[in-house]
Antibody, heavy 123, light 111 residues
Framework: QVQLVQSGAEVKKPGASVRVSCKASEYTFTDNYIHWVRQAPGQGLEWMGR????????NYAQKFQGRVTMTCDTSISAAYMDLSRLRSDDTAIYYCARSSLLVPATMTYYDVWGQGTLVTVSS | QSVLTQPPSVSGAPGQRVTISCTGSRSNIGAGYDVHWYQQVPGAAPKLLIF???NRPSGVPDRFSGSKSGTSASLAITGLQAEDEADYFCQSYDTSLSASVFGTGTTVTVL
């Protein structure tokens, strides 16, 4: 079935960087945006940004500008999210999710989600 | 922080009807942007429940319904069942932030 499978949990020290991967299966990878959404422990959902796998075009939430980089490898239907200069308040579950390229950003919703990757930032 | 406000919790007995509100502003829901809803059971990823204000994806029971008016939206669950215990989040677009935004989340408890 259509799914997004993410990499495993990570533990990082403050100031380090982390890469989370998201591998798509059973659909045409280039037909959808990949978004990244995070959820701090016991908190709500926070959109971080999106990438268009066709042209690597990205849009990042202002809060993460300069610290986040989203990339894709269409040859293996994978997306990556790199977050640098980690702080303790970056401890969260990071989800990838897809949305249709045919739907503009103002109408976007996420119909398939990855299982989530816990990133813990601790000294 | 979330720009869409939801009640922290709602509860109901099995079979009852509950509603969850999602209050925004003129820069998001009030600007005419669609509202979408997600269900998140503990330990799992969010699942799309309602898209474009009132549409259900295939497989979502018709006990779930959505509506939107002005700067707010609502999710209704009729015939509440034990399996509906979960967190529910609304989502829309905010033109001031140029970003997708989520609600604060609501925990539904079945008594």
């Amino acid at each position: 079935q259509v799914q997004l499978v993410q990499s495993g949990a990570e533990v990082k020290k403050p100031g380090a960087s982390v890469r989370v991967s998201c591998k798509a299966s059973e659909y045409t990878f280039t037909d959808n945006y990949i978004h990244w959404v995070r959820q701090a422990p016991g908190q709500g959902l926070e959109w971080m940004g999106r990438i268009n796998p066709n042209n690597d075009g990205t849009n990042y939430a202002q809060k993460f500008q300069g610290r986040v980089t989203m990339t894709c490898d269409t040859s293996i239907s994978a997306a990556y999210m790199d977050l640098s200069r980690l702080r303790s308040d970056d401890t969260a579950i990071y989800y990838c999710a897809r949305s249709s390229l045919l739907v503009p950003a103002t109408m976007t919703y996420y119909d398939v989600w990855g299982q989530g990757t816990l990133v813990t930032v601790s000294s | 922080q979330s720009v869409l406000t939801q009640p922290p919790s709602v509860s109901g007995a099995p079979g009852q009807r509950v509603t969850i509100s999602c209050t925004g502003s003129r820069s998001n829901i009030g600007a005419g942007y669609d509202v979408h809803w997600y269900q998140q059971v503990p330990g799992a990823a969010p699942k799309l429940l309602i898209f474009d204000n009132s549409n259900r994806p295939s497989g979502v029971p018709d006990r779930f319904s959505g509506s939107k008016s002005g700067t707010s939206a609502s999710l209704a669950i009729t015939g509440l069942q034990a399996e509906d215990e979960a967190d529910y989040f609304c989502q829309s677009y905010d033109t001031s932030l140029s970003a997708s935004v989520f609600g604060t989340g609501t925990t539904v408890t079945v008594l």
